[in-house]
């Protein structure tokens, strides 16, 4: 007997757990046995360790221990009854359900129980909950009554709520509730009392009381039947007593969101009976939250994004309308404020600034292109009609949209059907400004397209500036396909400035081609493919392109082609000047936009100013200097603005520029033969710490190492500096110049300082310039003064005319090794040299106060007798600091002499340091500074 009813009592049990193959699963399922409660895994104590709910019993039990305060999640979708089973409710366990007290529900004990606890659904779906409807039930509900807590990203489907009060989540609400992502779809929300006022049911919640607060979030009911009495029944919430609701960003396929009353609030939300995917993808109410929401295999209509798994970033192909700022600036936040903008309720005069990052797609996964993305806004006729927008045709965006450093990812479009067709971000643009913004992981296929704009309107005007498209961007199509841009047409006008293209997936890096249209493109690079298209057959007269470099090929007048290694790095400062300060350099790359580097390092231009005599590039730090004697500005004037120090520069750099091929140029980077050209005007001011290594290598040295091209230099002291050649048979050095090769060189206004050592170990160095190798080409040099023990030029080639005028040079001759033609006027030295033109004075004729006497050729107006040196140049001295005119640089004896000035109203030109005409203890502090 025993053994028959341990049997028994097996198959019983067996019976009771048994496994069925549901049809709306793919794996074995587990039913409610009805009346069976195990304790879930997990401690429950928190969000973090929270009981693990995994089936149906684990679920009775969460309900039958009544939560106290508990954290549960769902750990699968969960089957209370076979839905799949014809007639199912017919054999179904039903659910808790209570005959007598409608504040509370029986447990398995019959002990009235109340739930507060955090339910997280993790996006998963219970189904298949049965309450019966007998006569007098109240409260039928996954949860009949709640009095605190929360429930989130749960799904209850296909199950039957009978009775008062019946809800699809909660039965009766008696507490501060918040329940938020949650979808009840395809159930039967009713009940068959006979009084109205009884009949509160809801697809979220039957009823709310207990002045209680209680909010209702991204919430969707769809599919369900409720009871026909009209007052007390709702789409979200049944009937409100003493208890204030709010139901923000939900919607309902039904007639209305409540049953009528006064403490329900909706807010962005939407009651729409007989809605479907389309009919509420331009709702004006559904707009408002669409963001939340998002199309899902197997859901009829739209869940929340949350619930459905999908990244509440990524794009559900919906649209909606952005809130202004303070400032009037509409504020793009999601992927679909952003489509409802593009999808032509742009404003002409709108501004419209994005937020953040925008995910269009979910681009994490390499195949997410096949992956079914969403498809943004196509062309689908005539290029000129426009694109299809939200509800109308032949939409254009017209307005700004202000990146404000963001990016867009994930755009895509695979329609190639029409042949006249455009895509882009911005498929068709008519008056129109993009800004600060960039485009990654995108793929735009259409006859016309681009990056950013697609196709622009005839008669308009667009500006992209300071936009990014990068080499993850794929653009292809039948007729003009560009990165930036993909096609201008008649009488528009497109301004390009500022961008970068990476993308080679395109017939042209920033624009397809224009047909009678307006281009001014400049400031621009274009990586790996050339930047402009077809302009119409040939390139129009009003096509204005200006600094736009590229590294692949291009034939139009204004862009700049070099190679990969020419723009990466440092180097690109030297072959890329004409960038503007949106651009820094990158290490081991070309140079990018700072927006999107988030870094002000190595930033360009190197210099402010045009590089014109009139307004030139202005030097103030050894870098510059450095960019400047490199000489990728051939042609260009320089200025400094100040006393610059190369001490520290020289140190870290193992001294400055080596010149390693006399009839090349010299590397100063890799891939760099440099040389200088143009003017340098030192203003008055002094180059010191100029230093070569003393194992340096060099073929020729100095602060130019070579000239080749018409080069000037003027108004510039050299000061405490070593300069040194030491290859053995070519050195050549000289302080301003070491080598000055087939061209033209000025040199005026200059003076090289007593402490400057010139040395070149070829045999061939000068104070001034140690080699000219210039055949039919002039050498002027003109008040200049050389205090060191050195030449003004060492060597002077076969076909050079060197004029030397209204200059000196001590304890040294004026030019040496002469095959070519000097010419000398008003020249003063102290050695032994003769020469027509050349004066020879005593040294202390040369020094002191009686030295412009005794060397009258130099002007008065230029020049000034110094008492402890030669003479010095009055701009030169002034910058020095050379107070008491000693030709020595700012010292204690000038700050006596501006001392002096002060209190004994003593006269020295340089004491007005700043220049305001009055000698005052601010003058005493800047020269004190300088010290």
């Given at each position: 007997m025993k053994k028959l009813l341990a049997i028994l009592l097996c198959v019983s049990l067996m019976l009771s757990m048994m496994v069925l193959t549901a049809a709306a699963a793919d794996e074995a399922v587990t039913f409610w046995d009805g009346k069976t409660y195990t304790q879930p895994s997990g401690s429950g104590d928190s969000e973090d360790d929270p009981y693990i709910v995994s089936t149906p019993a684990e679920l009775a039990w969460m309900v039958n221990v009544g939560g106290n305060n508990k954290y549960f999640k769902l750990a699968n979708d969960i089957y209370v009854n076979d839905v799949t089973a014809e007639n199912w409710t017919e054999t179904a366990k039903p659910w808790f359900v209570n005959a007598t007290n409608w504040m509370s529900y029986k447990d398995s004990a019959g002990e009235d129980k109340k739930f507060s606890g955090h339910i997280d659904?993790?996006?998963?779906?219970?189904?298949?909950?049965?309450?019966?409807?007998?006569?007098?039930?109240?409260?039928?509900?996954?949860?009949?009554?709640?009095?605190?807590?929360?429930?989130?990203?749960?799904?209850?489907?296909?199950?039957?709520?009978?009775?008062?009060?019946?809800?699809?989540?909660?039965?009766?609400?008696?507490?501060?509730?918040?329940?938020?992502?949650?979808?009840?779809?395809?159930?039967?929300?009713?009940?068959?009392?006979?009084?109205?006022?009884?009949?509160?049911?809801?697809?979220?919640?039957?009823?709310?009381?207990?002045?209680?607060?209680?909010t209702i979030t991204r919430c969707a009911t769809f599919g369900n039947t409720y009871s026909e009495a009209t007052e007390q029944n709702g789409g979200i919430l049944g009937n409100v007593w003493n208890a204030t609701v709010t139901a923000d960003s939900c919607y309902a396929d039904v007639a209305k969101l409540h049953g009528g009353t006064a403490s329900f609030t909706p807010v962005n939300s939407c009651a729409k009976k007989g809605a479907t995917v389309d009919t509420l993808k331009t709702d004006s109410y559904f707009m408002n939250c669409a963001k939340h929401f998002v199309t899902v295999e197997g859901f009829a209509l739209p869940v929340s994004k949350v619930f459905a798994g999908v990244d509440a970033k990524i794009w559900n192909g919906f649209y909606q309308k952005p809130v202004a700022d303070e400032n009037g600036n509409y504020l793009i936040t999601c992927p679909e404020e952003l489509a409802y903008v593009v999808g032509t309720f742009g404003g002409a005069t709108n501004t419209y600034v994005i937020t953040n990052d925008l995910y269009l797609n979910d681009v994490s996964k390499a195949d997410w292109m096949t992956a079914s993305p969403k498809e943004w806004f196509i062309g689908s006729g005539a290029w000129h009609s426009g694109y299809d927008g939200i509800s109308t045709k032949g939409g254009y965006?017209?307005?700004?949209?202000?990146?404000?450093?963001?990016?867009?990812?994930?755009?895509?479009?695979?329609?190639?059907?029409?042949?006249?067709?455009?895509?882009?971000?911005?498929?068709?643009?008519?008056?129109?400004?993009?800004?600060?913004?960039?485009?990654?992981?995108?793929?735009?296929?259409?006859?016309?397209?681009?990056?950013?704009?697609?196709?622009?309107?005839?008669?308009?005007t667009i500006t992209v500036d300071n936009?990014?498209?990068?080499?993850?961007?794929?653009?292809?199509?039948?007729?003009?396909?560009?990165?930036?841009?993909?096609?201008?047409?008649?009488?528009?006008?497109?301004?390009?400035?500022?961008?970068?293209?990476?993308?080679?997936?395109?017939?042209?890096?920033?624009?397809?081609?224009?047909?009678?249209?307006?281009?001014?493109v400049s400031d621009c690079i274009s990586y790996s493919m050339t930047p402009f298209g077809v302009f119409d057959g040939s390139t129009p007269a009003n096509l204005s392109v200006s600094d736009v470099y590229t590294d692949a090929s291009s034939s139009v007048s204004g862009v700049t082609v070099l190679t990969a290694n020419q723009?990466?790095?440092?180097?690109?400062?030297?072959?890329?000047?004409?960038?503007?300060?949106?651009?820094?350099?990158?290490?081991?790359?070309?140079?990018?936009l700072k927006t999107f580097t988030k870094t002000e390092d190595s930033s360009f231009p190197i210099f402010k100013g045009e590089g014109t005599e009139a307004s030139p590039y202005l030097i103030s730090t050894p870098e510059e200097l450095y960019y400047c004697v490199a000489g990728f500005g051939q042609g260009k004037s320089y200025k400094l603005t100040n006393n610059i120090d190369l001490a520290e520069f020289c140190k870290k750099n193992g001294g400055w520029i080596k010149g390693n091929a006399w009839n090349v140029g010299y590397g100063v980077l890799e891939g760099v033969n440099g040389y200088f050209s143009g003017t340098l005007d030192?203003?008055?001011?002094?180059?010191?710490?100029?230093?070569?290594?003393?194992?340096?290598?060099?073929?020729?040295?100095?602060?130019?190492?070579?000239?080749?091209?018409?080069?000037?230099?003027?108004?510039?002291?050299?000061?405490?500096?070593?300069?040194?050649?030491?290859?053995?048979?070519?050195?050549?050095?000289?302080a301003i110049i070491g080598f000055a090769r087939d061209c033209n060189v000025n040199i005026e206004n200059c003076i090289i300082a007593s402490d400057v050592t010139v040395w070149g170990k070829g045999g061939f160095h000068g104070g001034l310039i140690g080699y000219n190798l210039s055949s039919g080409a002039t050498v002027n040099i003109k008040n200049c003064a050389v205090l060191a023990p050195y030449r003004f030029t060492d060597f002077i080639s076969n076909g050079t005319t060197v004029n030397i005028t209204n200059s000196y040079v001590l304890d040294n001759t004026p030019y040496e090794q002469n095959n070519g033609t000097v010419v000398t006027t008003n020249v003063y030295t102290s050695a032994d040299f003769e020469a027509e033109g050349v004066t020879v004075l005593e040294k202390a004729q040369m020094v002191g106060a009686d030295a412009l006497t005794n060397m009258s050729g130099l002007s008065s107006e230029l020049w000034y007798a110094a008492s402890k040196t030669g003479p010095m140049l009055s701009d030169i001295g002034n910058k020095m600091g050379d107070v008491n005119k000693d030709g020595v640089a700012a010292d204690g004896d000038d700050l006596a002499a501006i001392r002096l000035s002060i209190i004994a109203d003593a006269t020295f030109d340089f004491a007005d340091r700043n220049g305001d005409t009055v000698v005052d203890i601010f003058d005493l502090v800047l020269l004190g500074k300088a010290l």
């Open positions: 659904g993790a996006g998963h779906t219970v189904y298949g909950i049965y309450c019966d409807g007998s006569v007098g039930t109240v409260n039928n509900a996954l949860i009949p009554i709640m009095t605190g807590g929360s429930i989130k990203r749960l799904c209850v489907s296909n199950s039957v709520f009978n009775s008062r009060f019946s809800g699809g989540i909660v039965g009766t609400i008696q507490g501060n509730i918040e329940i938020s992502d949650c979808v009840v779809k395809n159930s039967k929300i009713i009940n068959t009392s006979s009084s109205d006022s009884d009949k509160a049911s809801g697809g979220i919640a039957g009823y709310a009381t207990s002045n209680k607060v209680v965006f017209s307005g700004t949209i202000d990146g404000n450093g963001h990016f867009i990812y994930g755009l895509y479009n695979s329609d190639t059907n029409s042949a006249a067709s455009m895509a882009g971000l911005i498929p068709g643009a008519g008056n129109t400004t993009v800004k600060n913004l960039a485009v990654s992981n995108a793929s735009v296929t259409e006859a016309r397209c681009g990056g950013i704009v697609g196709v622009t309107g005839m008669n308009t936009c990014y498209v990068t080499s993850s961007v794929v653009a292809s199509g039948n007729n003009e396909v560009g990165g930036i841009v993909g096609y201008a047409p008649g009488n528009a006008t497109v301004v390009i400035k500022n961008c970068v293209s990476e993308t080679s997936s395109v017939k042209a890096g920033l624009l397809g081609g224009a047909y009678n249209a307006r281009v001014d723009m990466a790095g440092e180097s690109a400062k030297l072959f890329m000047q004409g960038l503007s300060s949106s651009f820094v350099t990158r290490e081991n790359a070309g140079p990018m030192g203003d008055g001011y002094t180059v010191s710490g100029l230093n070569y290594a003393e194992s340096n290598t060099s073929v020729t040295s100095g602060l130019i190492p070579l000239t080749r091209g018409e080069a000037t230099v003027k108004n510039l002291r050299i000061a405490s500096s070593y300069i040194t050649a030491e290859d053995a048979q070519f050195g050549r050095a000289g």
